[in-house]
Nanobody, 120 residues
Framework: QVQLVESGGGLVQAGESLRLSCAAS????????MDWYRQPPGKQRELIAG???????TYADSVKGRFTISRDKPENTVYLQMNSLKPEDTGVYYC??????????????WGQGTQVTVSS
């Protein structure tokens, strides 16, 4: 079993920054990719940033140029640096990981979510 633990959410004003962290822990696994999703109030969850094991990144148009995803490989931790935050960035942010578990193959896991609220 692999667990994802997120941290770093909070309440900020528009224009400020936050950094989210997601740490993957467990036994005998390797990370294939780690993504950040966002679920605004009353809306569906959406992919906003992704990072694969080769280091390639993807971003939703709504966050390009403002958000940066990065990873500390030895620690199996992924970060989301969010700058120039806007009220429309408000939502619950979820970490998602696809991992290879020894003896079990590929598995996908979600974190518990962390709330980000941006006031105008």
């Amino acid at each position: 079993q692999v667990q994802l633990v997120e941290s770093g959410g909070g309440l900020v004003q528009a224009g400020e920054s936050l950094r989210l962290s997601c740490a993957a822990s467990g036994r005998a696994f390797s990370v294939t990719r780690m993504d950040w999703y966002r679920q605004p109030p009353g809306k569906q969850r959406e992919l906003i940033a992704g990072l694969n094991s080769g280091g390639s990144t993807t971003y939703a148009d709504s966050v390009k140029g403002r958000f940066t995803i990065s990873r500390d490989k030895p620690e199996n931790t992924v970060y989301l640096q969010m700058n120039s935050l806007k009220p429309e960035d408000t939502g619950v942010y979820y970490c998602y990981a696809i991992v290879l578990v020894v003896g079990r193959g590929q598995r996908a896991y979600w974190g518990q979510g962390t709330q980000v609220t941006v006031s105008s």
